[in-house]
């Protein structure tokens, strides 16, 4: 079977097209001729998935998996690969959902909390998996979240603006946790401040002024417990017209990085075309005239 | 009888020694016509991967991301800049020894306009947007004054080749010495718009190609300039130049010309023109080459040495690239060697300056200049200003794959095939030009 395989891929017109090509080409120093397109047995590459959890405001919780391999020394996220979620149970494990992986390698879904059952300790066990494929060995990883919120209030008094968020598990303010604030940029968010949460589950920090926001001045306020053993990533969000509004450039005078390009080069442009074409225009007509004057000759 | 059907001794001489070749071909003909299409269809082939995988096929990447396309459009559409230039001038000014020149170089420039704008197209990656390039256009883009010049640069070469064959096909039309067949009868009758030599309408025939003569020169340099500085208005190392230009104009006018004196060597030999085609215009063609190839050979020098010397950080690195033996060193130097200082120093020499020899060094140096426009392109790509880091090796070094050489092989089928198929068509010496010969 496996014989005549390979002499139906010897006679497909590819091989007989490279096959003449490289009898052409000898001699000529292009090594890639032969590099390219040759199919290596590729041996299957050891893959890592980390899984992480952000709740979110309300009842969202959002599951990340980032599924990496070492490449060429480094660890590169993998991209396009089906990753399964599940929350396990001690009776069955109950399918949450499956995403594939995106450019950097991570696979998301988002669940409600309250769909999740919790076990004996009040956490949630949540695990992915990929199931591994031609390239890459198969991994996964698990976890557990205990279900937490966030309150996050902005408060002006006396023109002081003040942030507060408020952490919660169960009722229960969660004292000592440290909360980060931060303010969404146009590409990723910059930290504005950090405190800690007291015993009311408390933290507060002073909102700083001089902030671009958007044409209404709108900014867009996080508030964000990272990584948390116990809690994973939670976090809240509030918008606030608190920035200074951004002004939409309107300056659309001619210049070379403008929408309309500067006079003299277009006028330069366009009396070239014009003199060029009027210049073949009139040598085109002048032959259809000697033809038809011909033609009227006789 | 009409003066197109009279002919002089001359003209019936040189209509009976082109005439074999557009009455019927011969077995050799048909093997090399094979040959060439089989190559075509080799490209084919490798275009039809390319649409179909992606341009991954090629070596192509996210840094160098012109290779052999690029390189080839710009030396096949200078090269028929330079042989319009040429044909343009010899026409103009009705140079006596340019006569049997003027032919031949207009059907440089039209083939070779035709090919080069081909291979812009295979760079593109997305076909469905081409028209983008019309709707979206930006007066401001030296891409868009390249799409402009270019289709206008076509048109004229079209009508101006056109020109200057009316008067040879009316000849075919009329000539009672050749058995042609009934389809060429009716093609000669329709392309030569019913002329008949009445000095009405050569004098109206001569003014239109003497203006489409004049207007050409100036269009050239401009066609010459807009591609030029589509890289040479690029922030890059090495392209950032004023000379960039200049000395692809001169380059490009000098490959063209090497070009001309090769094709005119082949027919000559194939056709029997050593009567038309004589050692007096290899050796004046072989001085224009010498000119240009020796102001082409200063520019590189000024180019070289002001980015030698001034020691910036990119220009050095690419200096440094290009002079080292490890990576293009090679390339270059021979290049220089047989492009610029081989034709000075042998044309010098009297008793080298026969069409065999000068026919040879033009080969050569039709080469040599196209590797001068791969070193053009590839080197100062692969030095990016923004350091590449944790790149593959593919991504900094570009190689060509099987799938470019197969279609820069196509495109010189193509080119070959042209040239084969065009004295089937017309005559490759101007019948025309000798009707002031003794009858």
């Given amino acids: ?298 | 009888m009409m003066k197109t059907a009279e002919l002089n001794k001359k003209q019936t001489a040189i209509l009976q020694a082109l005439g074999a070749q557009l009455e019927k071909p011969g077995m050799l003909y048909r093997l090399w016509v094979a040959l060439l299409l089989v190559l075509i269809l080799a490209g084919t082939y490798g275009l039809y991967r390319q649409i179909l995988i992606g341009h991954v096929v090629t070596g192509m990447r996210d840094n160098v991301v012109w290779g052999y396309y690029i390189a080839n459009f710009i030396y096949f559409i200078g090269v028929s800049y330079g042989a319009a230039m040429l044909a343009a001038i010899l026409y103009y000014f009705k140079v006596p020894w340019g006569r049997p020149i003027v032919r031949i170089a207009a059907l440089v420039a039209f083939i070779t306009g035709i090919i080069g704008p081909v291979f812009i197209l295979l760079c593109i990656g997305r076909f469905d947007r081409l028209h983008y390039l019309f709707i979206h256009a930006r007066v401001q883009s030296p891409i868009t004054w390249d799409v402009m010049v270019i289709s206008t640069y076509l048109v004229g070469i079209t009508v101006f080749t056109y020109l200057l064959l009316i008067k040879d096909f009316a000849i075919l039309r009329d000539t009672s010495l050749l058995e042609l067949s009934s389809w060429r009868r009716k093609l000669y009758t329709a392309l030569s718009l019913r002329y008949k030599g009445t000095d009405e309408q050569e004098g109206q025939i001569d003014h239109s190609t003497k203006s489409m003569a004049f207007i050409m020169v100036p269009k050239v340099i401009l066609a010459f300039a807009v591609l030029s500085w589509i890289f040479g208005m690029t922030l890059r190392p090495s392209w950032n130049s004023t000379i960039f230009g200049p000395a692809y104009v001169i380059s490009s006018v000098a490959a063209g010309i090497g070009l001309i004196i090769g094709l005119m060597w082949v027919y000559r030999r194939l056709y029997g023109l050593e009567e038309y085609i004589t050692g007096l215009h290899f050796r004046n063609m072989a001085f224009i080459l010498v000119i240009l190839v020796a102001a082409f050979g200063y520019f590189t020098f000024s180019e070289y040495i002001t980015n030698w010397y001034s020691s910036g950080k990119w220009e050095s690195a690419v200096t440094a690239k290009v002079l080292s033996f490890k990576e293009f060193g090679w390339a270059f130097h021979l290049a220089n060697l047989f492009a610029i200082v081989l034709p000075i120093v042998i044309i010098a020499i009297p008793r080298f300056r026969t069409p065999n020899i000068i026919a040879l060094l033009s080969l050569l140096l039709v080469v040599a200049m196209w590797v001068r426009r791969y070193l053009t392109v590839v080197p100062p790509l692969e030095t990016p200003l923004l350091p590449v880091q944790d790149a593959r090796p593919e991504f900094v070094h570009y190689s060509a794959t099987w799938v470019e050489w197969a279609l820069v092989l196509a495109g010189a089928a193509t080119f070959f095939i042209f040239f084969t198929l065009a004295p089937k068509l017309i005559s490759v010496i101007p019948i025309s030009d000798y009707d002031k010969e003794t009858r």
């Fill in chain 1, 1 to 298: 079977m496996k014989r005549s395989n390979s002499i139906f891929r010897l006679l497909t017109f590819g091989y007989w097209a490279k096959a003449l090509l490289l009898a052409l080409l000898a001699g000529l120093p292009g090594s890639a001729l032969w590099a390219q397109e040759e199919e290596e047995e590729p041996e299957q590459i050891s893959s890592r998935m980390s899984l992480s959890a952000i709740q979110g405001d309300e009842d969202k919780l959002t599951l990340k998996a980032l599924v990496r391999a070492k490449i060429d020394g480094r660890f590169t996220g993998l991209q396009g690969l089906e990753v399964v979620f599940f929350s396990p149970s001690d009776t069955l494990e109950k399918e949450l959902g499956r995403d594939s992986t995106d450019m950097d390698g991570i696979a998301s879904l988002s669940v409600s909390k309250s769909a999740l059952q919790a076990d004996t300790g009040g956490a949630f066990i949540l695990k992915a998996v990929f199931e591994g494929n031609a390239l890459f060995e198969e991994s996964d990883d698990e976890i557990a979240v205990t279900a937490a919120g966030m309150a996050l209030e902005a408060m002006e008094e006396d023109s002081v603006r003040t942030l507060v968020a408020t952490l919660e598990s169960g009722g229960a303010p969660v004292a000592e946790a440290d909360v980060y604030f931060y303010v969404q940029g146009a590409f990723s968010p910059l930290k504005i401040g950090e405190a800690t949460t007291d015993e009311e589950g408390m933290a507060s920090v002073e909102f700083p002024a001089g902030l671009p926001g958007d044409p209404d001045g709108n900014i867009h306020i996080i508030a964000r417990l990272e990584e948390d053993e116990t809690f994973g990533t939670v976090e809240a969000n509030v918008n606030k017209a608190w920035g200074r509004k951004l002004e939409a450039s309107h300056n659309q005078s001619r210049a070379l990085w403008s929408s309309s390009p500067p006079l003299w080069l277009l006028l330069t442009f366009i009396t070239l075309l014009v003199i060029i074409w009027g210049h073949y225009l009139e040598v085109i007509y002048k032959l259809f005239r000697l033809r038809k004057k011909a033609a009227a000759e006789g």
